[in-house]
Every structure is written in structure tokens, then in C-alpha cells.
């Protein structure tokens, strides 16, 4: 049993693949349930956060005017060539940063306190934005206006992003017997990922095949997201790095998305077939991240062989 449990998490995101694309027909009939799965695995990660690490700094403030100004900038960018891979950079970039980021930060050698920090003000920051700036760039249908479509999303966005956190903090005040049975129940949170993680993409499979010209739509798509998905990783890295000495942290903050809360977006608020950049971004950003453990751990096994031939021989 041990083995089929570990088999899976080592293999959650082709496994979603494979059995989101194969069982779209069914699976996108779960596709409700995304909003409930995304703030259950919010308040899941929220309550493991205590208060005393939570501690904003410059460089947070930096990272989110990269985040909300790029997700325009992406939009001005690419919009004069094509609308739906505009909306496709923007979604990409305006997500706010992954629940999982602060685990592969630590495992890399950066400040897992920082990026947590990090997540939540990311997490402010698109609830704020989105519902400012999808309803400019893709008006809602029935030309209901601005404000009307601006009240729509944000009632729906800013409780999903914002009332986890919130609802963590009041849990670990006056109950913090439960806030600690909550923050125990990450497998939980790994399990809720794979389903959202199957659904999503079933979501997304169920888009391609209903868009007549849906196999150049994907390549370009995906294309768009590994460009956007490389230029944040690097953007990140170097702001990090070079002003505050923090490469990985600023690098993982910026890179690492949310991509399922991309995706639900984009399927809701924009184009659908735009949550198919999504997808490639979830993919891009994973493959990029195992790249990047396997030299920091090809490093550090270079650095012990080094150490142990330095080691005096005792006589």
C-alpha cells in the first residue's frame, strides 16, 4: 500500500495528465467544485503559518509590483498580436504565488518564512487586481459595465483568496486545538491537490476539443506559458539576488504560480481555451523546479565528496 501512496505523489501531476484528459467528459462535471478545493488547500497551508514568521520586507513589495505591473505590461505586450495569448501572459503572471513554493524554496536553500510571507501579500495583491482588470480586458458578456462585472468577481475571488488566511488566524486565536488538527491534515492537502489537479485539466481538455482550431491554439499557448514562466523565474532570481541578496527566494516567489487558481480564472472571467497556458505553465514551472533540485542536490553531493577527501587521515 506504502508503495502505490508513494508512487502517486512522486507521479501526482502526470497522473492528473493522463486521467484528467482520458475522463474530461466526467471529470468536467466536478469543475464546481475547483473554488471549494482551492480555499479548503488555502486555510490547509494558512494554518500550518504561524503569526511571529509573518514579516513583510522590501523585497516583497518589489515582488508584487512585479507581479500585478507585469500581468499589464504581458497584456499591452502581446494584445496588438493576439488577444487570447494576451489574456493567457496576463493570467499567468497576475496569479499570486503557489502553497507549495515555500517547500521547494527550503529544499533549495531560501528562506521558506520569507516566501510564506510572501504568498499571503501575493495573494492580496490578485484579489485586489483581478477583479480590476478583467472586466477591461475581456468585458463580461451582456455588456453588463465595469462596475457591475467588477462587484461579480471580486465577490467571488477576494473571499477565495483572502477569507482562508483570515479564517486561519481567528482558528489559531481561539481555537487552537482545532488550528492544530488542521495544520496536521497536509496529506489532506496533498490528496485535494491531485483531484483539483485532474479536474482542472480535465477543464482544459474539454476547451481544446470544443475550439475548432484547437491544436496550433495549444502549442501557441503552451508557448506563451513557457516564455512567461522562464522571464518570472529569471525576473525573480535577478531582483532577488543582485538588491537583496536572496536569489532563490525572489526567484520561486515570482515563478512559482498557483497555476490551478490560474486556470480557474481564466476559465471564468476570461477566454476558457485560455486556461489551456495554465496547464503549461503547471508544467513548465514543475519541470523547471525538479531541474533545479537535481543541481542542488548534485551540489551538495559534490560539496560532501569534497569535504570527506579534506578530512585529515587520524594515524
Known amino acids: 500500500m506504502k508503495r502505490i501512496i508513494d ?9 492528473a495528465i493522463v486521467i484528467g484528459t482520458a475522463g474530461f467528459p466526467v ?66 503572471v497576475i496569479a499570486p504565488t503557489g502553497t507549495a513554493a ?9 528562506s521558506a518564512a520569507s516566501l510564506t510571507s510572501f504568498a499571503i501579500l501575493s495573494n492580496l495583491g490578485t484579489a485586489v487586481a483581478a477583479p480590476i482588470l478583467f472586466p477591461i480586458v475581456h468585458p463580461a458578456e451582456g455588456n453588463i459595465g465595469f462596475l457591475a462585472a467588477f462587484f461579480i468577481i471580486i465577490q467571488k475571488v477576494f473571499p477565495l483568496l483572502i477569507l482562508p488566511f483570515i479564517l486561519a488566524m ?36 474539454n476547451s481544446l476539443v470544443h475550439d475548432p482550431d484547437g491544436g496550433m491554439t495549444a ?13 518570472q523565474f529569471v525576473a525573480g532570481k535577478q531582483l532577488g539576488g543582485r538588491f537583496f541578496q536572496d536569489r532563490i527566494t525572489g526567484g520561486q516567489a515570482l515563478g512559482q504560480k498557483n497555476a490551478v487558481l490560474s486556470l480557474w480564472m481564466a ?8 486556461s489551456v497556458a495554465a496547464s503549461a505553465y503547471l ?23 569534497t569535504e570527506s577527501m579534506e578530512l585529515p587521515v587520524l594515524r
Open 219 to 231: 502549442v501557441w499557448l503552451g508557448l506563451t506559458a513557457l516564455v512567461v514562466c522562464i522571464l
Open 267 to 274: 476559465d471564468t472571467y476570461l477566454t476558457p481555451i485560455a
Open 283 to 305: 508544467v513548465s514551472q514543475n519541470l523547471f523546479n525538479s531541474w533545479q533540485l537535481w543541481m542542488t542536490r548534485k551540489e551538495q553531493g559534490k560539496n560532501a565528496k
Open 170 to 205: 481567528l482558528l489559531r486565536r481561539f481555537t487552537p486545538r482545532l488550528n492544530e488538527k488542521l495544520s496536521g491534515l497536509q496529506e489532506w492537502a496533498f490528496y485535494m491537490w491531485g483531484i483539483t489537479l485532474m479536474i482542472a485539466v480535465a477543464k482544459t481538455v
Open 27 to 92: 471529470w468536467g462535471y466536478f469543475s464546481f467544485l475547483l473554488p471549494y478545493l482551492i480555499f479548503a488547500m488555502l486555510l490547509l497551508t494558512f494554518c500550518r503559518i504561524p503569526l511571529s514568521e509573518i514579516r513583510f520586507n522590501a523585497m516583497h513589495f518589489w515582488l508584487l509590483a512585479f507581479q500585478l505591473g507585469g500581468s499589464i505590461l504581458a497584456y499591452v505586450i502581446v494584445s496588438p498580436f493576439n488577444t487570447l495569448l494576451a489574456e493567457a501572459a496576463m493570467v499567468c
Open 102 to 110: 515555500a517547500v521547494i524554496t527550503r529544499k533549495l536553500g531560501g
Open 7 to 15: 508512487f502517486a505523489k512522486n507521479w501526482t501531476l502526470p497522473l
